[in-house]
């Protein structure tokens, strides 16, 4: 084992072939790690599986932050499918550390400002990355269709030459619901479309963060000192309006505190467009 291991390591610098050939192999000896299908295989590599739709999205996007930013963000080395295509393999670095969920409750409230204040840095340096030109579309970062869990589904959306237009969808998500037969509902969808800003700022935004695609390290002799190593998930990232980061930190099921550290300590304003976002879903009875 000992040799094998070696060598899928030695080789695997050069060449994904043997990986791809022995998947199986690795698979039935790999250990299995937290947050869905992700296992660490021998050769020092993790494989995440599953759909080639949401795994390429991921595997481009993930590029794409790492050669623009100096962000700690995980390789990715080779994307391919099984023979019958069934199943993708996204194959990544392996980076030592723990899921922040796993982790939150235990920590102390310093350390959790830590965490958010290190979160902040991240964003703002994503930000940092400038769009094509003098784009204005809300998309993928190619400037393609995009996904987005908030909005609903798993089939991409856009992209949308503008805010506007983007605005424009967002109400009709709802707009086409059966409880907009009611005169008093359909006048509260078209108060809150008027409202909606159309001229916020268009930035790279991850798009998904939140503990479970956040690791963490604790330093040995400072067990105190909790450092962020890598944040995982980039297949909803792309260029979103400046509010939209901060609505996907403050949805989803999260600690309870969580809402409360990121909205103080993270992103601060949009608290408009936040309480706007909160009576979509509350009107709808949910997250699309």
Request: overall charge neutral; charged content about 25%.
């Amino acid at each position: 084992m000992g040799l094998l291991v070696f060598i899928l390591r030695l080789v695997g610098c050069f060449s994904n072939v043997p990986r791809r050939l022995l998947i199986s192999y690795l698979l039935r000896r790999g250990t299995k790690l937290p947050g869905g299908s992700v296992f660490q295989l021998l050769d020092g590599t993790v494989v995440k599986i599953g759909g080639l739709g949401f795994l390429q999205r991921e595997f481009e996007a993930t590029k794409y932050a790492r050669k623009h930013t100096k962000l700690p963000i995980p390789r990715v080395y080779d994307l391919f499918t099984s023979k019958d295509n069934q199943v993708a393999y996204l194959i990544m670095e392996y980076v030592p550390g723990e899921m922040l969920l796993r982790k939150w409750r235990f920590l102390s409230a310093s350390q959790k400002h830590s965490i958010m204040v290190q979160v902040k840095d991240i964003i703002t340096e994503m930000r940092s990355i400038r769009p094509p030109g003098s784009q204005r579309w809300i998309g993928s970062f190619t400037g393609g269709p995009f996904l987005d869990f908030l909005i609903g589904g798993n089939d991409p959306y856009g992209p949308f030459d503008n805010e506007i237009a983007f605005n424009n969808f967002r109400i009709s998500r709802f707009t086409s619901m059966p409880y907009c037969e009611f005169p008093s509902v359909r006048e509260r969808f078209a108060s809150i479309h008027r409202e909606m800003p159309n001229d916020h700022d268009i930035v790279f935004t991850h798009g998904d963060i939140n503990p479970r695609n956040i690791l963490v390290d604790f330093k040995q002799d400072r067990p105190n000192d909790v450092h962020i190593v890598a944040l995982v998930d980039w297949e909803q990232a792309g260029w979103r309006p400046a509010y939209w980061e901060k609505a996907k930190l403050v949805f989803g099921a999260q600690p309870p505190d969580w809402y409360t550290a990121a909205e103080t300590w993270i992103i601060e304003g949009y608290e408009n467009e936040i309480d706007r976002e909160i009576e979509l879903q509350l009107i709808h009875g949910g997250t699309m």
